[in-house]
């Protein structure tokens, strides 16, 4: 593996941001579903803060990205690390960057003091799976994730 370097995203990096993003997307076959833009990225990113984009290099050149923001744990009763996506390019990986990625962020979790690292991975990737539990994660089998979007979450959000 080639020196590997970390950098917080800047304004500037939004396509490139959109680029993993989309590339994520076609590995988990979901490309239908991306309709983030560069103008909403910089907008809930940069403008809002919401969430926080690390870029890995090697040589110089992006070679992948996490993307995460904080959350909150009641019983520990402080901060941790959310970690939504991270995508390494395909024709990057296996050669230890992801691993890479995934430490600095469990770096950067003990640096401001949080309580927990946590993401989630889909059911159908082990290798991803595989990658995770080789770290020394810990599988959550009693949690499941809910959700409600769209018209479901207009409807549920609207004032009474």
């Known amino acids: 593996m080639a020196q590997t370097t970390f950098r917080m995203a800047q304004p500037e990096d939004t396509a490139l941001i959109l680029h993993f993003i ?5 590995y988990e076959k979901m490309e239908d579903q991306v309709v983030a833009t560069e103008e909403l990225l910089t907008e809930w990113l940069f403008e809002k803060q919401k ?4 870029i890995g290099e090697a040589e110089g050149k992006p070679v992948g990205f996490a993307l995460f ?4 744990s009641t019983f520990l009763g402080r901060a941790g690390i959310y970690l939504e996506d991270l995508f390494v390019e395909p024709s990057e990986r296996g050669k230890g960057y992801g691993k890479a990625l995934l430490t600095h962020l469990a770096q ?6 949080c309580g927990r690292l946590e993401w989630s991975c889909l059911d159908w990737n082990q290798p991803s799976i595989d990658f995770y539990l080789s770290m020394g994660a810990q599988r959550m ?3 499941t994730t809910y959700r409600l979007t769209g018209d479901r979450l207009a409807e549920l959000g609207r004032a009474e």
């Open 141 to 143: 089998d009693d949690w």
């Open 69 to 72: 923001f904080h959350n909150f």
């Open 51 to 54: 969430a926080e984009v690390v």
């Open 22 to 26: 989309r590339g994520l997307a076609v």
């Open 108 to 113: 950067l979790a003990v640096e401001r003091g």
